[in-house]
Every structure is written in structure tokens, then in C-alpha cells.
């Protein structure tokens, strides 16, 4: 079994089981800034039966700035269509967080 997972962050750590009082704290990017700075992060979180009584979860991170996302053809529209689109459904279930306002400034500004 498995599923994928998709976030923005500004946070490079791969790794970030909870939040870290110690981690750094990044200014909020001014919205040309956005596509340098923010990341889409992607989860592949798997479950796989080794026998009856054991299971192996794993979880592979890729991420990549979103300049390097929207060089792909199709994404900028995308990402418009996901956060800009007909009632803006995923912002309710992705939590950008104080990065909400920066990304969709900067995808309001893409158009």
C-alpha cells in the first residue's frame, strides 16, 4: 500500500518529524521571491507486509523549489489551477501555514 503527500515549505531539513524549537526560522519571502525560496515537497509513504506479524512503513522526500517545479511544462497552471482555481478547494486542506499569503500573492501575480 501507499500514498503520496504534497506540501509547500520553506524549510530545506528533509527531515522534520515535529516541530524543532532549535530549527532555524525564515523570514517570510516577498512574493518575486517565492519561487527561489518555497519548496513542494512530495511524500511517498509505503506499507509493506514482510510477514504475518510485521510490517515495514517507509517514507521517500523529494522536494525541489518551485522555480525548478514550474520549469516543467504544465505546472505553473497547475499549482494557479490547485491554490486560484473554482473555490480554491486545496487551500483548505494544505496548511501553507504564514506562507499562504506570499504564494498565492506571487500565483495571483503569475497570470
Same mark, same amino acid.
Given at each position: %500500500?501507499?500514498?503520496?503527500?504534497?506540501?509547500?515549505?520553506?524549510?530545506?531539513? #528533509?527531515?522534520?518529524?515535529?516541530?524543532?524549537?532549535?530549527?532555524?526560522? /525564515?523570514?517570510?519571502?516577498?512574493?518575486? $521571491?517565492?519561487?527561489? *525560496?518555497?519548496? #513542494?515537497?512530495?511524500?511517498?509513504?509505503? %506499507? *509493506?507486509?514482510?510477514?504475518?506479524?510485521? @510490517?515495514? /512503513?517507509?517514507?521517500?522526500?523529494?522536494?525541489?523549489?518551485? &522555480?525548478?517545479? @514550474?520549469?516543467?511544462?504544465? &505546472? $505553473?497552471?497547475?499549482? *494557479?489551477?490547485? /491554490?486560484?482555481?473554482?473555490?480554491?478547494? @486545496? #487551500?483548505?486542506?494544505?496548511?501553507?501555514?504564514? $506562507?499562504?499569503?506570499?504564494? #498565492?500573492?506571487?500565483?495571483?501575480?503569475?497570470g
Open positions: %500500500m501507499w500514498r503520496l503527500n504534497w506540501e509547500l515549505w520553506d524549510d530545506p531539513r #528533509l527531515s522534520q518529524p515535529w516541530r524543532n524549537e532549535e530549527a532555524q526560522i /525564515f523570514d517570510l519571502p516577498p512574493p518575486n $521571491l517565492v519561487p527561489e *525560496r518555497v519548496l #513542494l515537497r512530495v511524500e511517498r509513504q509505503t %506499507m *509493506r507486509r514482510l510477514t504475518d506479524e510485521t @510490517i515495514a /512503513f517507509s517514507i521517500r522526500v523529494h522536494q525541489r523549489p518551485l &522555480a525548478d517545479v @514550474i520549469k516543467q511544462p504544465g &505546472a $505553473l497552471l497547475q499549482l *494557479r489551477s490547485a /491554490f486560484l482555481g473554482e473555490g480554491g478547494s @486545496i #487551500l483548505a486542506s494544505k496548511k501553507l501555514g504564514s $506562507l499562504r499569503v506570499p504564494v #498565492l500573492e506571487w500565483l495571483a501575480g503569475t
